[in-house]
């Protein structure tokens, strides 16, 4: 549970009119500032998510709240091209807390520096583990389940993870079997995925 500010910490912060701090800090979202991928800031809600303190995370490569440093490496490009036109890039992913447990979160992002998208930017991870539960799945399976979710197709998830056309519709009836699904959107549901119009990973 998020703990309060404490009331004379309230009275400074609404007496200056100077509330950013407090806003960052006790967000409902946990958010981090990195400068390429390195962790420069969290709020309190990010740490609690990922269990570590800040002495923890500051000044660390983002490589160990993941499943595995492939995993890390899979995605570590995979909104440059968002970013770099000045837009806000969002997906989802799973992730690993300090305990071990993985879990599915929804990550935001915005590049400071759109000509380098990852040398300065500010994060937004929101924990989904009450809509979506993880469930053991391999890395290609959860990495074509995030991209099928952004409502790409077999052809554009291939390119992107330069596989064949085939292997992506192998892994989407692996996925498809797995969880008793009969189509995408089924597969979707299981998961505890929101449909509609919330698919939509990109806001210009």
């Known amino acids: 549970m998020t703990r309060s500010p404490e009331p004379s910490e309230l009275d400074r ?11 960052f800090d006790y967000a409902p979202i946990g958010l981090v500032v990195t400068e390429n991928r390195v962790i420069r800031e969290t709020n309190l809600r990010f740490r609690e998510m990922f269990q570590y303190s800040q ?14 440093e492939a995993e890390f490496l ?4 995979r909104g440059d091209d968002t970013l770099g036109r000045g837009n806000l890039y969002w997906d989802e992913r799973v992730m690993r807390r300090k305990d071990g447990d993985l879990f599915w979160v ?8 759109p000509d380098d998208p990852l040398a300065r ?8 583990s009450a809509l ?3 469930q053991p799945l391999t890395r290609r399976e959860r990495e074509v ?5 952004e409502g790409k197709t077999s052809k554009e998830i291939a390119r992107d993870l330069e596989l064949s056309y085939r292997t992506v519709e192998v892994y989407r009836a692996k996925l498809l079997k797995k969880f008793s699904a009969s189509n995408t959107a089924a597969l979707f549901s299981s998961l505890g995925q929101i449909e509609g119009e919330h698919v939509v990973r990109v806001a210009g």
């Open 13 to 23: 912060a609404y007496g200056s009119g100077d509330l950013q701090e407090l806003a």
């Open 55 to 68: 002495d923890e995370l500051l000044n660390q490569l983002f490589v160990f709240l993941y499943p595995s």
């Open 74 to 77: 899979n995605v570590r490009h």
């Open 106 to 113: 929804r990550v935001r992002g915005h590049s400071f520096t």
């Open 121 to 128: 930017a500010v994060w937004s991870f929101a924990d989904l």
């Open 132 to 134: 979506r539960p993880y």
């Open 145 to 149: 389940f995030s991209l099928l979710s």
